[in-house]
């Protein structure tokens, strides 16, 4: 029965992330390439220089549908008040001379489809099945919406950049919720970690520098296409599904010794092996101008053998035992220990949840082999050495510490002041955001289609707006 619990809690948990990324990687293709489309397309919207259109609406719309079911009658007007404030937080961006760099699309791309595919088990079949398009075209699809995303999400940063909140607003604000609907929280834990990777051995590294350099020789001497090489053994999954191409960087982007070889480099130039953290490269310049470079690689990774993994262990057991016996501080231990790699070395070993940005887990938001070590763990206490996946192939071992847990409660100030504040914080961005809103609309050129203007939001900008 507990292989079973395990299980399920481990499907519904990796099936929870998925669809997260899922849903995200999808929402940036609503406002897709309005110019490319109009052509076939019906405008419903101007905003400045910024277009809106029926299938943006129509897009999201169905989307929606498809999440929640019913939906409201007016639901098409609140989805185009929405796209209209973006397309007005667009315009103002290109307005300000607002930039986002290609380097930064390329990177922000690179990671969502890394994230997707790590847990499709980088299968890009299974990618193409779901999204029905492959991933170069969707990537070059995805480019000048993500584009736009970035520079939206730019532009409402440098609004709302100053809101801050004092205690008394905090106080205030809670004080204005009934207390029959102050929320209810769930079980919390804060959590801190020492994380240690096995050492590759050196047997493992030659076999892994051989095979590259037997890789070099087949692209300088039997004329063979380093990009089809790279797709074929690059353990860079993500570069090399790209033939190794890392797109255009600027100075300061790579570790030093990668850096300090591919500036050396005349195009089209492949360097001689190179060895990072992250193993052993080749690279091959493709284009340099000024300060700024792009290049393809490949990577190959030595392998971890089971003793490696042995090692890595039997050191954390030494490392637990002696914080349990006072040897050792639990925050020396980290300094000490930890790999210096890992987010939570430079926060003295505390774990920090990515989805709110704070110390705190949700129980049900746990990892599963994290969920089921603390389960019966008193606040104190240490667990045994558990192993996780760092990236695709690659594993360490970490020891959790568990340093607080909370029981489910009905929100207070006195317990719950960090999630009041956030809260309150980003109500006050709200209000200013809209107030901006309101205050820009006065000085934009807006257009709305007859067939919305019926919308009470819809009237409102039009009744502020610019005229024709």
Same mark, same amino acid.
């Given at each position: 029965?507990?292989?079973?619990?395990?299980?399920?809690?481990?499907?519904?948990?990796?099936?929870?992330?998925?669809?997260?990324?899922?849903?995200?990687?999808?929402?940036?293709?609503?406002?897709?390439?309005?110019?490319?489309?109009?052509?076939?397309?019906?405008?419903?919207?101007?905003?400045?220089?910024?277009?809106?259109?029926?299938?943006?609406?129509?897009?999201?719309?169905?989307?929606?549908?498809?999440?929640?079911?019913?939906?409201?009658?007016?639901? !098409?007007?609140? /989805? =185009?008040?929405?796209?209209?404030?973006? %397309?007005? @937080?667009?315009?103002?961006?290109?307005? *300000?001379?607002?930039?986002?760099?290609?380097?930064?699309?390329?990177?922000?791309?690179?990671?969502?489809?890394?994230?997707?595919?790590?847990?499709?088990?980088?299968?890009?079949?299974?990618?193409?099945?779901?999204?029905?398009?492959t991933i170069p075209r969707m990537r070059e699809k995805m480019k000048g919406d993500l584009k736009n995303q970035l520079l939206v999400e730019r532009m409402?940063?440098?609004?709302?950049?100053?809101?801050?909140?004092?205690?008394?607003?905090?106080?205030?604000?809670?004080?204005?919720?009934?207390?029959?609907?102050?929320?209810?929280?769930?079980?919390?834990?804060?959590?801190a970690e020492i994380v240690i990777k096995p050492k590759v051995n050196e047997t493992q590294k030659a076999i892994a520098k051989e095979r590259l350099l037997?890789? !070099?020789?087949? /692209? =300088?001497?039997?004329?063979?296409?380093? %990009?089809? @090489?790279?797709?074929?053994?690059?353990? *860079?999954?993500?570069?090399?599904?790209?033939?190794?191409?890392?797109?255009?960087?600027?100075?300061?982007?790579?570790?030093?010794?990668?850096?300090?070889?591919?500036?050396?480099?005349?195009?089209?130039?492949?360097?001689?092996?190179?060895?990072?953290?992250?193993?052993?490269?080749?690279?091959?310049?493709?284009?340099?101008?000024?300060?700024?470079?792009?290049?393809?690689?490949?990577?190959?990774?030595?392998?971890?053998?089971?003793?490696?993994?042995?090692?890595?262990?039997?050191?954390?057991?030494?490392?637990?035992?002696?914080?349990?016996?006072?040897?050792?501080?639990?925050?020396?231990?980290?300094?000490?220990?930890?790999?210096?790699?890992?987010?939570?070395?430079?926060?003295?070993?505390?774990?920090?949840?990515?989805?709110?940005?704070?110390?705190?887990?949700?129980?049900?938001?746990?990892?599963?082999?994290?969920?089921?070590?603390?389960?019966?763990?008193?606040?104190?206490?240490?667990?045994?050495?558990?192993?996780?996946?760092?990236?695709?192939?690659?594993?360490?071992?970490?020891?959790?510490?568990?340093?607080?847990?909370?029981?489910?409660?009905?929100?207070?100030?006195?317990?719950?002041?960090?999630?009041?504040?956030?809260?309150?914080?980003?109500?006050?961005?709200?209000?200013?955001?809209?107030?901006?809103?309101?205050?820009?609309?006065?000085?934009?050129?807006?257009?709305?289609?007859?067939?919305?203007?019926?919308?009470?939001?819809?009237?409102?900008?039009?009744?502020?707006?610019?005229?024709?």
């Open positions: 029965m507990h292989l079973n619990k395990e299980e399920h809690f481990y499907k519904n948990s990796i099936m929870k992330r998925i669809w997260f990324l899922l849903i995200a990687f999808a929402c940036v293709s609503f406002t897709a390439s309005a110019q490319e489309r109009e052509v076939i397309d019906k405008v419903m919207a101007v905003v400045g220089s910024e277009l809106i259109l029926l299938s943006d609406i129509e897009d999201q719309y169905s989307y929606m549908k498809q999440q929640q079911g019913t939906l409201p009658d007016d639901f !098409r007007c609140t /989805i =185009l008040d929405n796209l209209l404030a973006n %397309a007005l @937080l667009l315009n103002q961006a290109n307005l *300000d001379s607002i930039l986002v760099t290609e380097e930064e699309v390329d990177l922000q791309l690179t990671a969502r489809f890394d994230q997707i595919l790590n847990m499709m088990n980088n299968d890009p079949t299974q990618f193409e099945a779901y999204y029905g398009q409402r940063s440098s609004i709302i950049s100053a809101v801050d909140v004092t205690p008394s607003e905090v106080k205030s604000f809670f004080n204005l919720v009934p207390v029959d609907s102050l929320p209810f929280f769930s079980s919390e834990v804060e959590l037997e890789i !070099r020789t087949r /692209i =300088l001497e039997g004329g063979e296409d380093f %990009a089809e @090489l790279a797709k074929r053994y690059s353990d *860079d999954l993500g570069s090399g599904r790209a033939g190794g191409d890392l797109g255009t960087a600027k100075r300061g982007s790579y570790v030093p010794a990668f850096e300090a070889a591919a500036y050396q480099l005349e195009d089209n130039e492949i360097s001689d092996v190179v060895e990072t953290q992250f193993g052993f490269h080749i690279i091959q310049q493709i284009k340099r101008l000024g300060n700024s470079i792009r290049l393809r690689h490949i990577l190959i990774k030595p392998a971890i053998t089971d003793d490696d993994l042995k090692n890595a262990y039997d050191e954390l057991i030494n490392v637990r035992d002696l914080i349990q016996t006072d040897s050792i501080t639990f925050s020396r231990a980290v300094k000490k220990y930890s790999n210096e790699d890992e987010q939570s070395y430079t926060n003295d070993g505390n774990m920090v949840n990515p989805g709110s940005g704070n110390t705190f887990f949700e129980i049900g938001d746990l990892e599963p082999d994290i969920y089921f070590a603390i389960d019966t763990m008193e606040v104190g206490q240490l667990s045994a050495p558990l192993q996780f996946k760092t990236g695709p192939g690659e594993s360490a071992y970490r020891i959790i510490y568990l340093k607080s847990r909370t029981k489910p409660h009905k929100a207070s100030l006195a317990s719950d002041y960090s999630k009041i504040k956030a809260a309150t914080i980003e109500q006050k961005k709200s209000i200013h955001i809209n107030e901006w809103v309101q205050e820009r609309i006065g000085s934009t050129y807006i257009t709305i289609s007859p067939d919305y203007q019926e919308c009470p939001a819809a009237k409102g900008w039009l009744m502020r707006g610019i005229k024709p």
